[in-house]
């Protein structure tokens, strides 16, 4: 019911909800009963629509700025943090300063034809993630009544995951890389480390007399090589913390580089930890050395994941069982174990095997068959 106001102005409130068991009420006002009547025919029609929102002048930025803080920070770890960070710059580029609530499906449609059009469907399906789940945490909190990206999917993306070819394998071998080429491309090979856990390492993690690598850190590449932070006292997950077996072939090559080594195994020229610019100098620095020994470029996914999923692909070879494998390759979820060893093609297939079960099974048939002449 309309109420005339000490100020003249018609006045007349809505129930928006209900927060700690007492109704939050908005105040409609209008000059005339007829713009009143007006001015809340609009704001139910925002409100049946979802657009409405208590602070209508709210941008998303703003709204991003509440989920990150009261639901991420504390939640994930330091590296996790920054990669986050990261992607919401992103996605404050295109929808950062629009009103919450006037940003549409319309509006993400435009952000995924333009990183499309660019190749990052990566880069969009993260957007569409944190866009999806900002929004969900405003309708948690009453600020909206729906979510403008129900409905959008994610786009699927068919990963081109390999293991290193016997003649790639042969050109590492052959090719005169320098102590660190050498020594961080055979224990990503013979240990499946992810780089970041491999640049993590000190002299203190390996025990060379029981034959293990303690795994117990990470390297947050997104940190400045001086900072004091760069080193995690903490994998990317609780998996991560693990004892890696150092294989015969990486025994002699870890063992010889690690000799008069103190702390952090892998340095810069000025004594700091590998940061993600150094990195990529000295990865790019070995490709160039391996393409001059090969007479021709080499493959462009040869990179430090590649040695990963290699090993990954040894274990299946060697007959590892998934929890086994899950243990060594730390991963959380059995699930991620299973979906790499799923990536295998006709050179994995091991025909030798099934030629020797075939023949074991043709024993056993003749076997039954002279016990049994009369079934033949």
């Known amino acids: 019911m309309a109420k005339k106001r000490s100020d003249g102005r018609y006045a007349k409130q809505v129930v928006l909800g209900y927060r700690n068991g007492k109704p939050v009420r908005k105040t409609i006002y209008g000059k005339t009963l007829k713009e009143l009547d007006k001015k809340y025919r609009d704001f139910m029609n925002d409100k049946e629509s979802g657009r409405l929102i208590k602070n209508d002048k709210i941008k998303f930025k703003e709204l991003l700025e509440l989920w990150f803080t009261n639901t991420k920070v504390g939640e994930l770890k330091p590296q996790s943090l920054g990669n986050l960070k990261s992607q919401i710059k992103g996605v404050n580029y295109y929808i950062g300063d629009k009103l919450a609530k006037d940003i549409q ?10 990183l499309i059009e660019e190749d990052h469907i990566d880069k969009y399906n993260k957007a569409l993630g944190i866009i999806r789940a900002v929004f969900n945490y405003a309708i948690e909190c009453g600020f909206v009544l729906n979510n ?6 994610r786009i699927s993306i068919k ?4 293991a290193l070819t016997d003649e790639e394998r042969l050109l590492f071998e052959k090719t005169d890389l320098n102590e660190f080429e050498r020594c961080f491309t055979s224990l990503l090979l013979y240990s499946g480390l992810r780089r970041s856990e491999a640049l993590a390492l000190f002299d203190s993690d390996i025990h060379f007399d029981e034959g293990y690598i303690n795994v117990n850190k990470t390297l947050v590449l997104s940190k400045a090589s001086t900072s004091p932070e760069i080193i995690q006292d903490m994998p990317k997950s609780d998996s991560g913390i693990r004892k890696i077996p150092i294989s015969h ?17 892998f340095l810069s020229e000025e004594g700091n930890p590998l940061g993600s610019s150094t990195f990529r100098k000295r990865w790019q620095s070995m490709l160039q050395k391996l393409e001059a ?3 021709k470029p080499i493959a462009e996914d040869i990179t430090p994941h590649i040695f990963r999923h290699t090993y990954t692909s040894d274990l299946v070879k060697a007959g590892m069982d998934i929890k086994t494998a899950q243990y ?7 699930k991620t174990t299973l979906n790499v060893y799923t990536h295998f093609g006709y050179n994995d297939i091991k025909i030798n095997k099934l030629d020797d079960y075939y023949k074991t099974l043709a024993v056993k048939m003749q076997s039954r068959q002279k016990e049994n002449p009369e079934s033949a």
Request: aromatic share 8%; proline share 4%.
């Open 105 to 114: 499906r319309s509006d993400i449609e435009q952000i995924r034809a333009e």
């Open 148 to 153: 403008p990206t129900l409905g959008m999917k």
């Open 159 to 162: 990963r081109n995951t390999r």
């Open 249 to 265: 072939y990486l025994y002699p090559i870890l063992f010889n580089y690690c000799q008069n080594r103190t702390g952090l195994l």
């Open 293 to 295: 020994v090969n007479g």
């Open 328 to 334: 060594l390759l730390g991963h959380a979820d059995a």
